[in-house]
């Protein structure tokens, strides 16, 4: 069961967003292989505890808006070996989002 | 900078895709495990944060030789126990074990 | 009576060992590290009172009873009802729920459906994320810095390892499970299979068919069971 969050939703599906470039130490919930690009929100998963502070003992509360996000693989990997056509979807909470510029795709 | 076991896109070598029977002490481990989590005192988030803090020579071991070095981290954070008496407790099972007729 | 004691007495034995449920139980080296420092953890976490052994047995009995023949189950159920495959797709917890099936705790499950033009296939990056509750404990592959490597950078190649070959036009889909959400691949039901019981339908789903690394497959000598 979700917990409530603090703050409405700031995505909606079918928006296209970008995962901010930053490397943080510690937990982190978000691969580095898919900072900074650019995709598609697919669905909204809910709001969940964040990981990055349940590791270390807090409750992660207010609850993160969660989003699955639809990337193009020839948009991730230099050369990907495949048809355009191919994506990759993974979870990206809220805070790792920010909207995608309109020059940036 | 990427951290070691954040691996999407590294290079690597052949899958190894044949099944393996998984031992039982992982599975027991597995078990010791989900019952402290059950508890409330650890959650899999700590777990995940400890294996990932190991050096790379501990995270390059088996899957849950891997968990092992991290739950015993994350043990004696908590101060349940310290890596001193595990060992000790080891050893002295060991003994007991080498002593069977 | 401490539980160390209770065992010994109850079973007759000297060691300090848990009784496993499988065979594979007696042909290990007892006294190599990690089975001593899970033997060694286990006894003191009861001792100090914070995990019982009686949770430890029962979660062990959980692994054992979990499988992939879940997945089975609702795959062929998908394939036979296609309204419950639409409510499925849908919300997987709640159609799940239909099934009666015990210990199976859907919450964050999403099943991903391959078509003529998609192909979905699983991974976690980060870690190895897997949805246990309807396949049971994940394979070494899946955990395997190969495939976790691998899978989202050049899934076509690390499909055909697999000995799965897909033509250019269909998208394969990727999902990196790395957060909350688990997933389940509902593979495309093979022809030739009309007619055939839900039995004998979830008996040609396999784990590696659920995680997106094969496509369920008829054997040549396969016929339909009543």
């Known amino acids: 069961m979700s917990p409530a969050a603090a703050s409405p939703r700031r995505f909606t599906p079918g928006d296209r967003v970008t995962v901010v470039y930053t490397h943080p130490p510690g937990h982190r919930r978000i691969p580095y292989y898919i900072r900074g690009k650019s995709g598609l929100v697919e669905r909204y998963c ?4 964040n990981p990055e502070e349940l590791a270390y003992g807090f409750d992660g509360l207010p609850a993160r808006h969660l989003y699955r996000v639809r990337f193009q693989q020839t948009d991730i990997w230099p050369a990907y070996n495949g048809p355009v056509h191919d994506t990759l979807d993974l979870e990206v909470y809220e805070h790792w989002l920010r909207p995608a510029e309109e020059d940036a795709s | 900078m990427r951290r070691y076991h954040d691996m999407g896109g590294q290079p690597a070598g052949p899958i190894d895709t044949a099944d393996h029977t998984m031992e039982p002490w992982a599975k027991t481990l597995t078990a010791i495990v989900g019952a402290l989590r059950a508890q409330g005192l650890s959650r899999v988030d700590e777990l995940r944060r400890h294996i990932e803090d190991l050096a790379p020579q501990d995270y390059d071991r088996p899957y849950f030789e891997r968990w092992a070095e991290a739950f015993c981290d994350l043990l004696a954070e908590k ?7 595990i060992e000790a407790r080891m050893a002295a099972i060991k003994t007991e074990i080498e002593a069977r007729p | 009576m401490n539980d160390k004691a209770a065992h010994q007495h109850a079973e007759g034995h000297t060691h300090a060992i848990l009784r496993w449920s499988d065979a594979s139980a007696h042909d290990i ?19 100090k009172g914070l995990i019982s052994a009686e949770a430890v047995r029962r979660l062990l009995e959980q692994m054992d009873a979990r499988s992939d023949v879940t997945g089975g189950t609702i795959v062929a159920r998908a394939w036979v009802d296609p309204a419950f495959k639409e409510r499925l ?19 964050h499950l999403i099943v991903v459906e391959n078509i003529e033009t998609v192909h979905n296939v699983v991974v976690c990056t980060l870690c190895s ?3 246990r509750t309807v396949l049971g404990m994940p394979p070494v592959w899946y955990k395997s810095k190969a495939y976790r490597s691998r ?3 050049e899934p076509r190649a690390v ?11 269909a998208t394969v889909r990727v999902h990196d499970s790395n957060a ?15 007619g055939w019981s839900e039995d004998a339908l979830a008996h040609l789903v396999t784990r590696d068919c659920m995680v997106g690394v094969t496509v369920p497959r008829v054997p040549a000598q396969a016929h339909a069971v009543e």
């Open chain 1, 46 to 49: 809910g709001a969940f505890p």
């Open chain 2, 79 to 85: 101060g349940f126990t310290s890596r001193a008496e």
């Open chain 3, 29 to 47: 080296d007892e006294t190599a590290r990690y089975p001593l420092m899970t033997e060694a953890i286990r006894q003191i976490l009861v001792e």
């Open chain 3, 89 to 107: 797709l849908a919300n997987a917890k709640e159609a799940i729920a239909e099934l009666g099936l015990p210990e199976v705790d859907a919450t």
């Open chain 3, 129 to 131: 994320c897997y949805p």
């Open chain 3, 151 to 153: 899978v989202v950078r």
């Open chain 3, 159 to 169: 499909l055909k390892a697999f000995g799965t070959d897909l033509a250019d036009t």
């Open chain 3, 180 to 194: 909350d959400m688990r997933y389940l691949v509902l593979p495309m039901r093979p022809p030739g299979t009309e």
